[in-house]
T-cell receptor, first 112, second 114 residues
Framework: AQSVTQPDIHITVSEGASLELRCNYSYGATPYLFWYVQSPGQGLQLLLKYFSGDTLVQGIKGFEAEFKRSQSSFNLRKPSVHWSDAAEYFCAAGLYGNKLVFGAGTILRVKS | DGGITQSPKYLFRKEGQNVTLSCEQNLNHDAMYWYRQDPGQGLRLIYYSQIVNDFQKGDIAEGYSVSREKKESFPLTVTSAQKNPTAFYLC?????????????FGQGTRLTVV
């Protein structure tokens, strides 16, 4: 079955420190990949997406993600975290003609 | 401004009642989706529609119903058959249902059974 796994339920980082959120997918073929961010009580906002081509994808708010086919991963990174980055982050995947599948989410807490 | 509007933001329902959640989009998107969000479970697909007058069940459709009479509107009814309806509900749309294109989300409706 198609699935998306985010191994970390919660992550806490200090403001100014680097961040990496993990995402692994299980699909028969390489899916389209997305990262979304959700502030409490709000909808989801797209940070970045990977369809094909360059495996390092740049997104909004200083985020980037790297697609690694050999590891079936699409990890999200940010070099220096700001307090406003505290939110919940969702990885999602989908194949052409099929619905998106979401991971369970990772809650990011930022220490000042 | 183009976007997706969900209403109401908060909704309270008595046990045994049906309630309808509104979702309207002015993005001219063909595909629309309803998700349910519970803590620690991510987003689960309830129903989706790829075109007007057509919709399909998602992973957790039992106890829910939808309609798609207009391209802009995709209301969700939570029926009394849904045993645990308290959750955060998110509506989304995408321009091309076939390409798993970027989904745009509304701000959500929090439904509480009282």
């Amino acid at each position: 079955a198609q699935s998306v796994t985010q191994p970390d339920i919660h992550i806490t980082v200090s403001e100014g420190a680097s961040l990496e959120l993990r995402c692994n997918y299980s699909y028969g073929a390489t899916p389209y990949l997305f990262w979304y961010v959700q502030s409490p009580g709000q909808g989801l906002q797209l940070l970045l997406k990977y369809f094909s081509g360059d495996t390092l994808v740049q997104g909004i708010k200083g985020f980037e993600a790297e697609f690694k086919r050999s590891q079936s991963s699409f990890n999200l990174r940010k070099p220096s975290v700001h307090w406003s980055d505290a939110a919940e982050y969702f990885c999602a995947a989908g194949l052409y003609g099929n619905k998106l599948v979401f991971g369970a989410g990772t809650i990011l807490r930022v220490k000042s | 401004d183009g976007g997706i509007t969900q209403s109401p933001k908060y909704l309270f329902r008595k046990e045994g009642q049906n309630v309808t959640l509104s979702c309207e989009q002015n993005l001219n998107h063909d595909a629309m989706y309803w998700y349910r969000q519970d803590p620690g479970q991510g987003l689960r697909l309830i129903y989706y529609s790829q075109i007007v007058n057509d919709f399909q069940k998602g992973d957790i459709a039992e106890g829910y119903s939808v309609s798609r009479e207009k391209k802009e509107s995709f209301p969700l009814t939570v029926t009394s058959a849904q045993k645990n309806p308290t959750a955060f509900y998110l509506c989304a749309s995408s321009i091309d249902p076939g390409s798993a294109a970027e989904a745009f989300f509304g701000q959500g409706t929090r439904l509480t059974v009282v």
